[in-house]
Protein backbone atom coordinates (compact mmCIF):
# COMPACT_ATOMS: atom_id res chain seq x y z
CA UNK A 1 0.00 0.00 0.00
CA UNK A 2 1.26 3.61 -0.82
CA UNK A 3 2.39 6.03 1.74
CA UNK A 4 0.23 8.54 0.08
CA UNK A 5 -2.35 7.74 -2.51
CA UNK A 6 -4.15 11.17 -3.98
CA UNK A 7 -7.49 9.74 -6.39
CA UNK A 8 -9.61 12.01 -8.68
CA UNK A 9 -8.28 15.42 -7.22
CA UNK A 10 -10.01 18.40 -8.69
CA UNK A 11 -9.13 22.27 -7.55
CA UNK A 12 -10.38 25.26 -8.51
CA UNK A 13 -10.72 29.17 -7.06
CA UNK A 14 -13.33 31.00 -8.62
CA UNK A 15 -12.90 31.31 -12.94
CA UNK A 16 -9.30 29.35 -12.59
CA UNK A 17 -8.86 25.42 -12.42
CA UNK A 18 -5.76 24.29 -11.15
CA UNK A 19 -6.09 20.11 -12.01
CA UNK A 20 -9.09 18.47 -13.07
CA UNK A 21 -9.11 14.27 -12.10
CA UNK A 22 -5.62 13.93 -11.01
CA UNK A 23 -4.22 11.34 -9.66
CA UNK A 24 -0.90 9.76 -8.50
CA UNK A 25 0.92 7.67 -5.55
CA UNK A 26 3.65 8.47 -3.41
CA UNK A 27 5.55 5.45 -2.09
CA UNK A 28 7.63 4.26 0.66
CA UNK A 29 11.87 5.34 -0.22
CA UNK A 30 10.25 8.10 -3.17
CA UNK A 31 11.89 11.06 -3.15
CA UNK A 32 9.42 13.10 -4.83
CA UNK A 33 10.14 16.43 -6.44
CA UNK A 34 6.97 18.69 -7.46
CA UNK A 35 8.15 21.00 -10.24
CA UNK A 36 5.60 23.82 -12.57
CA UNK A 37 5.35 27.06 -13.18
CA UNK A 38 4.49 30.02 -10.59
CA UNK A 39 0.57 29.41 -10.43
CA UNK A 40 -0.06 26.42 -11.55
CA UNK A 41 -1.04 25.11 -7.98
CA UNK A 42 1.88 23.23 -5.97
CA UNK A 43 1.66 24.96 -2.73
CA UNK A 44 -2.13 24.68 -3.02
CA UNK A 45 -1.27 20.77 -3.37
CA UNK A 46 0.70 20.65 -0.55
CA UNK A 47 -2.10 22.37 1.37
CA UNK A 48 -4.67 19.64 0.18
CA UNK A 49 -2.52 17.13 0.97
CA UNK A 50 -2.12 18.22 4.30
CA UNK A 51 -5.85 18.93 5.01
CA UNK A 52 -5.27 22.76 5.27
CA UNK A 53 -7.49 23.00 1.86
CA UNK A 54 -10.64 21.10 0.57
CA UNK A 55 -10.30 19.78 -2.64
CA UNK A 56 -13.12 20.67 -5.36
CA UNK A 57 -13.58 16.58 -5.82
CA UNK A 58 -11.61 13.57 -5.13
CA UNK A 59 -9.82 11.69 -2.06
CA UNK A 60 -6.20 11.88 -0.24
CA UNK A 61 -5.20 9.02 1.89
CA UNK A 62 -2.46 8.48 3.95
CA UNK A 63 -1.20 4.86 5.14
CA UNK A 64 -2.57 4.36 8.45
CA UNK A 65 -0.04 5.32 11.47
CA UNK A 66 2.03 7.10 8.81
CA UNK A 67 3.91 9.84 10.95
CA UNK A 68 3.89 12.88 8.53
CA UNK A 69 5.95 15.99 8.71
CA UNK A 70 5.40 19.40 7.30
CA UNK A 71 7.51 22.67 7.13
CA UNK A 72 5.05 24.81 8.01
CA UNK A 73 7.01 28.55 7.36
CA UNK A 74 3.64 29.84 9.67
CA UNK A 75 3.35 27.55 12.84
CA UNK A 76 2.38 29.12 16.19
CA UNK A 77 5.57 29.08 18.45
CA UNK A 78 4.96 30.55 21.72
CA UNK A 79 6.20 33.71 23.29
CA UNK A 80 9.59 33.76 24.62
CA UNK A 81 10.85 30.19 23.27
CA UNK A 82 14.66 30.17 22.32
CA UNK A 83 15.90 28.47 19.61
CA UNK A 84 17.48 25.25 21.23
CA UNK A 85 14.04 24.61 23.56
CA UNK A 86 11.78 24.67 19.91
CA UNK A 87 14.35 22.46 18.53
CA UNK A 88 13.85 20.28 21.73
CA UNK A 89 9.94 20.12 20.84
CA UNK A 90 10.59 18.19 18.20
CA UNK A 91 11.48 14.91 21.01
CA UNK A 92 8.81 16.31 23.41
CA UNK A 93 7.23 12.85 23.76
CA UNK A 94 11.03 11.84 24.59
CA UNK A 95 11.41 14.07 27.12
CA UNK A 96 8.10 13.41 28.93
CA UNK A 97 8.92 9.51 28.80
CA UNK A 98 12.16 10.40 30.43
CA UNK A 99 10.50 12.36 33.44
CA UNK A 100 7.64 9.45 34.09
CA UNK A 101 11.13 7.26 34.25
CA UNK A 102 12.89 9.26 36.49
CA UNK A 103 9.54 9.73 38.94
CA UNK A 104 9.29 6.19 39.25
CA UNK A 105 12.78 5.68 40.02
CA UNK A 106 12.09 8.57 42.62
CA UNK A 107 8.79 6.86 43.69
CA UNK A 108 10.46 3.17 43.91
CA UNK A 109 13.39 4.61 45.86
CA UNK A 110 10.97 6.00 48.84
CA UNK A 111 8.43 2.67 48.37
CA UNK A 112 10.53 -0.05 47.60
CA UNK A 113 8.04 -1.44 45.14
CA UNK A 114 9.21 -3.65 42.37
CA UNK A 115 6.40 -2.50 39.87
CA UNK A 116 7.54 0.33 39.73
CA UNK A 117 11.19 -0.42 38.88
CA UNK A 118 9.40 -2.84 36.47
CA UNK A 119 7.50 0.49 34.54
CA UNK A 120 10.71 2.40 34.97
CA UNK A 121 12.73 -0.42 33.08
CA UNK A 122 10.29 -0.84 30.25
CA UNK A 123 10.53 3.16 29.62
CA UNK A 124 14.23 2.80 29.68
CA UNK A 125 13.99 0.42 27.03
CA UNK A 126 12.01 2.29 24.91
CA UNK A 127 14.21 5.31 25.50
CA UNK A 128 17.25 3.20 24.79
CA UNK A 129 15.49 1.59 21.47
CA UNK A 130 14.45 5.20 20.37
CA UNK A 131 17.84 6.91 20.75
CA UNK A 132 16.95 9.15 23.38
CA UNK A 133 20.91 9.56 24.66
CA UNK A 134 22.13 10.85 21.44
CA UNK A 135 19.52 13.63 21.26
CA UNK A 136 21.63 15.99 22.34
CA UNK A 137 24.41 15.49 19.46
CA UNK A 138 21.66 14.75 16.48
CA UNK A 139 20.50 18.02 18.04
CA UNK A 140 23.89 19.76 17.79
CA UNK A 141 24.67 18.26 14.33
CA UNK A 142 21.63 19.63 12.75
CA UNK A 143 22.61 23.33 14.42
CA UNK A 144 26.01 23.35 13.05
CA UNK A 145 24.46 21.88 9.37
CA UNK A 146 21.88 24.23 8.85
CA UNK A 147 24.56 27.14 10.35
CA UNK A 148 21.88 27.67 13.18
CA UNK A 149 24.88 28.58 15.56
CA UNK A 150 24.84 32.22 13.77
CA UNK A 151 21.65 32.66 15.62
CA UNK A 152 22.12 31.90 19.05
CA UNK A 153 21.08 28.77 20.70
CA UNK A 154 19.14 31.97 23.44
CA UNK A 155 18.07 33.88 20.68
CA UNK A 156 13.76 34.24 20.93
CA UNK A 157 12.15 33.23 18.08
CA UNK A 158 9.76 35.77 18.22
CA UNK A 159 12.97 37.96 17.12
CA UNK A 160 14.10 36.17 14.30
CA UNK A 161 13.83 37.62 10.55
CA UNK A 162 11.52 34.99 8.56
CA UNK A 163 14.67 33.87 7.17
CA UNK A 164 15.62 32.24 10.16
CA UNK A 165 12.32 31.19 11.50
CA UNK A 166 11.98 29.06 7.94
CA UNK A 167 15.68 27.67 9.19
CA UNK A 168 14.42 26.53 12.71
CA UNK A 169 11.34 25.23 11.35
CA UNK A 170 13.21 22.94 9.03
CA UNK A 171 15.92 21.80 11.52
CA UNK A 172 12.71 20.92 13.88
CA UNK A 173 11.09 18.66 11.06
CA UNK A 174 14.15 17.14 10.10
CA UNK A 175 15.29 16.36 14.08
CA UNK A 176 11.62 14.64 14.53
CA UNK A 177 12.42 11.86 11.63
CA UNK A 178 9.38 11.56 10.28
CA UNK A 179 8.02 8.20 8.03
CA UNK A 180 7.23 10.79 5.29
CA UNK A 181 8.48 14.81 5.03
CA UNK A 182 6.95 17.63 2.84
CA UNK A 183 8.89 20.76 1.97
CA UNK A 184 7.74 23.21 0.81
CA UNK A 185 10.72 26.14 -1.06
CA UNK A 186 13.14 24.41 1.59
CA UNK A 187 16.20 25.98 0.06
CA UNK A 188 15.04 29.83 -0.49
CA UNK A 189 16.35 30.89 3.13
CA UNK A 190 19.60 28.22 2.67
CA UNK A 191 23.08 29.12 1.40
CA UNK A 192 25.31 26.88 -0.89
CA UNK A 193 27.05 25.57 1.66
CA UNK A 194 23.93 24.18 3.41
CA UNK A 195 21.92 23.56 0.73
CA UNK A 196 24.51 20.90 0.59
CA UNK A 197 24.19 19.87 3.82
CA UNK A 198 20.71 19.47 3.78
CA UNK A 199 21.15 17.36 0.02
CA UNK A 200 23.36 14.73 2.10
CA UNK A 201 20.50 14.47 5.01
CA UNK A 202 17.87 13.78 2.46
CA UNK A 203 20.19 11.45 0.24
CA UNK A 204 20.32 9.27 3.83
CA UNK A 205 17.04 9.67 4.66
CA UNK A 206 15.27 6.46 4.38
CA UNK A 207 11.49 7.85 4.63
CA UNK A 208 9.28 9.38 1.96
CA UNK A 209 9.90 13.18 0.60
CA UNK A 210 7.38 15.48 -1.14
CA UNK A 211 9.34 18.67 -1.90
CA UNK A 212 8.44 21.64 -4.24
CA UNK A 213 11.24 23.59 -5.30
CA UNK A 214 12.83 25.85 -7.86
CA UNK A 215 16.26 24.73 -7.21
CA UNK A 216 16.55 22.78 -9.95
CA UNK A 217 20.09 21.57 -9.26
CA UNK A 218 18.91 21.22 -5.56
CA UNK A 219 16.23 18.63 -6.89
CA UNK A 220 18.26 17.21 -9.40
CA UNK A 221 20.12 15.79 -6.44
CA UNK A 222 17.65 14.83 -4.03
CA UNK A 223 14.85 12.95 -6.18
CA UNK A 224 13.80 9.50 -7.57
CA UNK A 225 10.70 10.82 -9.03
CA UNK A 226 9.02 13.95 -10.38
CA UNK A 227 5.20 14.86 -10.58
CA UNK A 228 4.88 17.87 -12.95
CA UNK A 229 2.15 20.74 -12.11
CA UNK A 230 0.70 22.07 -15.43
CA UNK A 231 -2.24 23.25 -17.22
CA UNK A 232 -4.66 21.19 -15.04
CA UNK A 233 -3.26 17.89 -14.94
CA UNK A 234 -0.28 16.68 -12.50
CA UNK A 235 1.98 14.13 -14.09
CA UNK A 236 3.89 11.41 -12.32
CA UNK A 237 7.89 10.61 -13.94
CA UNK A 238 10.40 8.13 -12.59
CA UNK A 239 14.25 9.27 -12.11
CA UNK A 240 15.73 12.33 -11.45
CA UNK A 241 14.81 15.33 -12.23
CA UNK A 242 16.85 15.94 -15.95
CA UNK A 243 15.33 12.07 -16.68
CA UNK A 244 11.89 13.06 -15.53
CA UNK A 245 12.40 16.58 -18.18
CA UNK A 246 13.41 14.26 -20.79
CA UNK A 247 10.42 12.02 -20.53
CA UNK A 248 8.28 15.00 -20.34
CA UNK A 249 10.06 16.49 -23.80
CA UNK A 250 9.46 12.91 -25.18
CA UNK A 251 5.82 12.96 -24.05
CA UNK A 252 4.63 16.21 -25.53
CA UNK A 253 6.69 15.42 -28.63
CA UNK A 254 4.18 12.27 -29.11
CA UNK A 255 1.28 14.48 -28.49
CA UNK A 256 2.20 17.01 -31.01
CA UNK A 257 2.40 14.02 -33.13
CA UNK A 258 -1.13 12.39 -32.19
CA UNK A 259 -2.46 16.24 -32.42
CA UNK A 260 -0.97 16.87 -36.01
CA UNK A 261 -2.03 13.12 -36.97
CA UNK A 262 -5.96 14.08 -35.84
CA UNK A 263 -6.29 17.40 -37.10
CA UNK A 264 -5.50 15.83 -40.95
CA UNK A 265 -8.05 13.52 -40.13
CA UNK A 266 -10.72 16.29 -38.98
CA UNK A 267 -9.51 18.62 -41.86
CA UNK A 268 -10.17 16.37 -44.38
CA UNK A 269 -14.15 15.48 -42.57
CA UNK A 270 -14.50 19.02 -42.26
CA UNK A 271 -13.97 19.79 -46.14
CA UNK A 272 -16.05 16.41 -46.83
CA UNK A 273 -18.93 17.82 -45.04
CA UNK A 274 -18.61 21.56 -46.53
CA UNK A 275 -18.25 20.29 -49.98
CA UNK A 276 -21.37 17.32 -49.61
CA UNK A 277 -23.59 18.35 -46.89
CA UNK A 278 -26.57 19.31 -49.56
CA UNK A 279 -26.04 17.34 -52.37
CA UNK A 280 -26.39 13.72 -52.78
CA UNK A 281 -23.88 12.34 -50.43
CA UNK A 282 -25.05 14.14 -47.69
CA UNK A 283 -26.11 10.89 -45.59
CA UNK A 284 -22.23 10.14 -46.07
CA UNK A 285 -21.54 14.15 -44.44
CA UNK A 286 -24.14 13.66 -41.68
CA UNK A 287 -22.09 10.34 -40.51
CA UNK A 288 -18.74 11.66 -40.37
CA UNK A 289 -20.53 14.84 -38.64
CA UNK A 290 -21.50 11.91 -35.71
CA UNK A 291 -17.97 10.69 -36.22
CA UNK A 292 -16.41 13.92 -35.43
CA UNK A 293 -18.59 14.59 -32.51
CA UNK A 294 -17.83 10.96 -30.95
CA UNK A 295 -14.29 11.59 -31.38
CA UNK A 296 -11.86 11.99 -28.78
CA UNK A 297 -9.73 15.22 -29.66
CA UNK A 298 -6.38 15.36 -28.87
CA UNK A 299 -4.89 18.49 -27.20
CA UNK A 300 -1.63 20.02 -28.22
CA UNK A 301 1.06 20.35 -25.89
CA UNK A 302 0.20 24.04 -24.04
CA UNK A 303 3.24 26.23 -23.56
CA UNK A 304 4.33 27.75 -20.33
CA UNK A 305 3.44 31.36 -19.54
CA UNK A 306 6.47 33.08 -20.68
CA UNK A 307 7.58 36.40 -18.59
CA UNK A 308 9.38 39.63 -19.72
CA UNK A 309 11.03 42.10 -17.91
CA UNK A 310 12.07 45.43 -19.14
CA UNK A 311 13.61 47.56 -16.26
CA UNK A 312 13.59 51.43 -17.89
CA UNK A 313 16.91 53.04 -17.91
CA UNK A 314 17.19 56.91 -16.76
CA UNK A 315 21.00 58.16 -18.17
CA UNK A 316 23.87 59.40 -15.42
CA UNK A 317 27.17 60.67 -16.40
CA UNK A 318 28.70 60.11 -13.13
CA UNK A 319 31.78 58.37 -12.92
CA UNK A 320 31.59 56.29 -9.45
CA UNK A 321 27.87 55.27 -8.58
CA UNK A 322 28.39 54.03 -5.12
CA UNK A 323 31.30 54.57 -2.46
CA UNK A 324 31.32 52.50 0.66
CA UNK A 325 33.73 53.37 2.89
CA UNK A 326 34.70 52.26 6.09
CA UNK A 327 31.11 50.70 6.67
CA UNK A 328 30.22 49.11 9.61
CA UNK A 329 27.00 47.38 9.51
CA UNK A 330 24.65 45.55 12.53
CA UNK A 331 21.66 45.98 15.05
CA UNK A 332 23.13 45.31 18.74
CA UNK A 333 26.33 44.81 17.38
CA UNK A 334 28.36 44.79 14.29
CA UNK A 335 28.11 41.69 11.57
CA UNK A 336 30.45 42.70 9.63
CA UNK A 337 34.44 44.38 9.39
CA UNK A 338 34.07 48.05 7.95
CA UNK A 339 33.45 47.59 4.54
CA UNK A 340 34.47 48.97 1.68
CA UNK A 341 34.44 49.08 -2.26
CA UNK A 342 33.18 50.69 -4.42
CA UNK A 343 30.49 50.76 -7.82
CA UNK A 344 31.70 52.40 -10.93
CA UNK A 345 29.61 53.73 -14.24
CA UNK A 346 27.55 50.44 -15.48
CA UNK A 347 29.05 47.76 -13.42
CA UNK A 348 27.17 44.95 -11.93
CA UNK A 349 28.13 43.37 -8.34
CA UNK A 350 26.50 40.35 -6.75
CA UNK A 351 27.23 39.64 -2.83
CA UNK A 352 27.93 36.15 -1.74
CA UNK A 353 27.68 34.55 1.90
CA UNK A 354 26.09 32.37 4.16
CA UNK A 355 22.49 33.43 5.40
CA UNK A 356 23.04 35.60 8.76
CA UNK A 357 26.13 36.96 7.65
CA UNK A 358 25.01 40.59 6.93
CA UNK A 359 24.28 40.75 3.36
CA UNK A 360 20.60 42.17 3.80
CA UNK A 361 21.62 44.23 6.60
CA UNK A 362 24.69 45.45 4.40
CA UNK A 363 21.87 46.50 1.96
CA UNK A 364 19.59 47.94 4.11
CA UNK A 365 22.79 50.36 5.49
CA UNK A 366 23.93 51.41 2.18
CA UNK A 367 20.42 52.46 1.57
CA UNK A 368 20.14 54.12 4.76
CA UNK A 369 17.13 52.13 5.69
CA UNK A 370 18.60 51.05 8.78
CA UNK A 371 21.20 53.41 10.70
CA UNK A 372 25.18 52.62 10.19
CA UNK A 373 27.29 52.05 13.14
CA UNK A 374 29.96 53.76 11.46
CA UNK A 375 31.49 54.57 8.19
CA UNK A 376 29.64 56.16 5.05
CA UNK A 377 28.05 55.23 2.09
CA UNK A 378 27.11 57.86 -0.70
CA UNK A 379 25.70 57.25 -4.53
CA UNK A 380 26.22 59.63 -7.01
CA UNK A 381 24.39 62.67 -6.70
CA UNK A 382 22.45 61.29 -10.65
CA UNK A 383 21.89 57.99 -9.03
CA UNK A 384 17.92 57.27 -9.17
CA UNK A 385 17.78 53.91 -7.79
CA UNK A 386 15.43 50.97 -7.52
CA UNK A 387 15.08 48.33 -4.99
CA UNK A 388 13.77 45.03 -4.54
CA UNK A 389 13.45 43.58 -1.31
CA UNK A 390 13.45 39.97 -0.75
CA UNK A 391 10.18 40.40 1.96
CA UNK A 392 6.78 39.64 0.49
CA UNK A 393 5.14 42.50 3.11
CA UNK A 394 1.99 44.49 2.00
CA UNK A 395 0.31 46.58 3.52
CA UNK A 396 -3.04 45.05 3.26
CA UNK A 397 -2.88 41.87 1.69
CA UNK A 398 -6.85 41.85 0.78
CA UNK A 399 -5.90 44.05 -2.10
CA UNK A 400 -5.59 43.12 -5.71
CA UNK A 401 -2.31 43.79 -7.84
CA UNK A 402 -3.95 46.15 -9.51
CA UNK A 403 -5.18 48.24 -6.71
CA UNK A 404 -1.69 48.26 -5.47
CA UNK A 405 -0.26 49.77 -8.27
CA UNK A 406 -3.04 51.89 -9.11
CA UNK A 407 -2.56 52.72 -5.17
CA UNK A 408 0.91 53.86 -6.24
CA UNK A 409 0.89 55.57 -9.64
CA UNK A 410 -2.48 57.09 -9.61
CA UNK A 411 -2.31 58.24 -13.15
CA UNK A 412 -1.67 55.28 -14.52
CA UNK A 413 -4.38 53.70 -16.82
CA UNK A 414 -5.89 50.35 -15.49
CA UNK A 415 -4.74 49.11 -19.25
CA UNK A 416 -1.15 49.98 -19.08
CA UNK A 417 -0.84 47.87 -15.19
CA UNK A 418 -2.88 45.38 -16.74
CA UNK A 419 -0.45 44.96 -19.91
CA UNK A 420 2.88 45.11 -17.54
CA UNK A 421 1.57 42.28 -15.12
CA UNK A 422 1.14 40.13 -18.18
CA UNK A 423 4.20 40.31 -19.53
CA UNK A 424 5.60 39.61 -16.35
CA UNK A 425 4.14 36.72 -16.38
CA UNK A 426 0.54 37.45 -14.25
CA UNK A 427 -2.62 36.64 -16.13
CA UNK A 428 -5.70 38.61 -15.46
CA UNK A 429 -7.37 36.31 -12.91
CA UNK A 430 -4.48 36.47 -10.84
CA UNK A 431 -4.18 40.44 -11.12
CA UNK A 432 -8.23 40.86 -9.42
CA UNK A 433 -7.04 38.16 -6.61
CA UNK A 434 -6.22 39.16 -3.21
CA UNK A 435 -2.30 39.74 -2.97
CA UNK A 436 -2.34 37.47 -0.09
CA UNK A 437 -3.41 34.47 -2.41
CA UNK A 438 -0.91 34.65 -4.68
CA UNK A 439 1.33 32.00 -4.45
CA UNK A 440 5.64 33.48 -3.40
CA UNK A 441 6.09 33.54 -6.99
CA UNK A 442 2.97 35.23 -7.98
CA UNK A 443 3.59 38.16 -5.87
CA UNK A 444 7.31 38.10 -6.25
CA UNK A 445 6.34 39.09 -9.87
CA UNK A 446 3.99 41.74 -8.90
CA UNK A 447 7.08 43.42 -6.99
CA UNK A 448 9.08 43.31 -10.64
CA UNK A 449 6.78 44.92 -12.49
CA UNK A 450 5.86 47.37 -9.79
CA UNK A 451 10.22 48.42 -11.06
CA UNK A 452 9.19 48.66 -14.30
CA UNK A 453 7.00 51.87 -14.15
CA UNK A 454 9.81 54.14 -12.72
CA UNK A 455 13.10 54.62 -14.48
CA UNK A 456 16.52 53.78 -12.67
CA UNK A 457 19.97 53.57 -13.16
CA UNK A 458 20.82 51.42 -10.25
CA UNK A 459 18.98 48.10 -9.28
CA UNK A 460 19.68 46.80 -6.41
CA UNK A 461 18.42 43.19 -5.91
CA UNK A 462 17.79 41.00 -2.66
CA UNK A 463 17.21 37.43 -3.16
CA UNK A 464 14.67 38.44 -6.23
CA UNK A 465 15.18 34.61 -7.17
CA UNK A 466 13.10 33.42 -4.41
CA UNK A 467 9.98 31.49 -4.86
CA UNK A 468 10.46 32.26 -9.05
CA UNK A 469 10.32 29.19 -11.52
CA UNK A 470 13.05 28.85 -13.87
CA UNK A 471 11.85 30.57 -17.05
CA UNK A 472 11.00 33.11 -15.05
CA UNK A 473 14.25 33.55 -13.51
CA UNK A 474 15.89 33.27 -17.30
CA UNK A 475 13.77 36.18 -18.11
CA UNK A 476 14.82 38.42 -14.97
CA UNK A 477 18.21 37.22 -15.75
CA UNK A 478 18.37 38.52 -19.15
CA UNK A 479 16.56 41.78 -18.23
CA UNK A 480 19.67 42.74 -15.36
CA UNK A 481 21.96 41.80 -18.02
CA UNK A 482 20.51 44.30 -20.44
CA UNK A 483 19.94 46.93 -18.49
CA UNK A 484 22.66 49.12 -18.91
CA UNK A 485 22.80 50.52 -15.40
CA UNK A 486 24.48 49.60 -12.40
CA UNK A 487 23.41 46.39 -10.34
CA UNK A 488 23.91 45.00 -6.83
CA UNK A 489 22.65 41.69 -6.64
CA UNK A 490 22.31 39.19 -3.33
CA UNK A 491 21.58 35.69 -4.73
CA UNK A 492 22.26 32.77 -2.90
CA UNK A 493 22.02 30.64 -6.49
CA UNK A 494 25.48 30.96 -8.37
CA UNK A 495 24.11 29.98 -11.82
CA UNK A 496 22.12 33.56 -11.28
CA UNK A 497 24.54 35.71 -10.97
CA UNK A 498 27.30 34.06 -13.06
CA UNK A 499 27.73 35.96 -16.32
CA UNK A 500 25.41 38.86 -14.91
CA UNK A 501 28.22 40.40 -12.51
CA UNK A 502 31.34 42.23 -13.58
CA UNK A 503 33.03 41.25 -9.84
CA UNK A 504 31.48 39.31 -6.74
CA UNK A 505 32.39 40.42 -2.59
CA UNK A 506 32.13 38.14 -0.52
CA UNK A 507 30.58 39.16 2.28
CA UNK A 508 31.33 36.08 4.58
CA UNK A 509 34.95 37.04 4.48
CA UNK A 510 34.13 40.13 5.90
CA UNK A 511 32.32 39.01 8.91
CA UNK A 512 33.56 39.83 12.64
CA UNK A 513 32.94 35.90 13.15
CA UNK A 514 35.54 34.62 10.47
CA UNK A 515 38.03 37.57 11.06
CA UNK A 516 38.21 37.58 15.12
CA UNK A 517 40.65 34.36 14.53
Known amino acids: MP ?11 A ?15 EHMGVVGQNGVGKSTLIKIITGQELPVTGSVKWQNKARVGYLDQYADIPEGMTLIAFLHTAYADL ?12 EYAEKMDDKLLERAGRLQEQLDARNFYDVETEIERVISGLGLDDIGRDH ?23 DVILLDEPTNYLDVTHIAWLEDYLNGFEGAALIVSHDYDFLQNVTNCIINVAFGRITKYRGNFKQAMRQREEREKAQQREFDKQQVVIEKAERFIRKNKAGSKSTMA ?12 VDPPSTNIQAHFDFPYQDTGSQNALVVDQLSVGYDRPLLKPVTFSVTTNQKVGLTGFNGVGKSTLIKSILGL ?16 SYFSQDLVWDNDHQTPLQIIQAKYEKLPQKAIRTKLSKCGLDSANAMKPIGELSGGEQTKVKLAMMEFEPANFLIMDEPTNHLDDETKQALKNAIGSFPGNAIIVSHEASFYTGLVDKILNVEKLSLKNSAN
Open 3 to 13: LLEVDNLSMSF
Open 15 to 29: DKQLYADASFQLNKG
Open 95 to 106: YEMNDRMTALYT
Open 156 to 178: EVAKMSGGQRSKIILAKLLLENN
Open 286 to 297: KSREKMLNRMDR
Open 370 to 385: IKAKGGEAHFSPSAKI
